[in-house]
């Protein structure tokens, strides 16, 4: 069974930084891409970031890029979601996924975390 587990979220006021954590069980995280995404209150999930399985490559969303870094560390099946600058419209649920194959516009989950939730408030 698959478990996809995410911590570090919580509530900060703007401007401030939080890392975001996902670990997965019961699958070789070092062969999955893993994506971010997020749901805003009242909007459609999406996505964020996407890494591949060796962090070679990466892509982000433009509303993201520059303020939000992924990683992953694959020796502790775990990737990262790094957020600084954060604004009031970053509030949302953040969800962690593993996907099946890496593309440079979307990475298709086909695992998902529960979601944690993170607030910015001004």
């Known amino acids: 069974q698959v478990q996809v587990a995410e911590s570090g979220g919580g509530s900060v006021l703007t401007g401030e930084s939080l890392r975001l954590s996902c670990t997965v069980r019961?699958?070789?995280?070092?062969?999955?891409?893993m994506v971010w995404f997020r749901q805003s209150p009242g909007k459609e999930r999406e996505e964020m970031a996407c890494i591949n399985y060796n962090a070679m490559r990466i892509h982000y969303s433009e509303f993201v890029k520059g303020r939000f870094t992924i990683s992953r560390d694959n020796s502790k099946d775990t990737v990262y979601l790094q957020m600084n600058s954060l604004k009031p419209e970053d509030t949302a649920i953040y969800y962690c996924a593993a996907a099946t194959i890496y593309s440079d516009t979307d990475c298709p989950a086909t695992y998902w975390g529960q979601g944690i939730q993170v607030t910015v408030s001004s």
């Open positions: 019961g699958l070789h995280f070092g062969s999955y891409p």
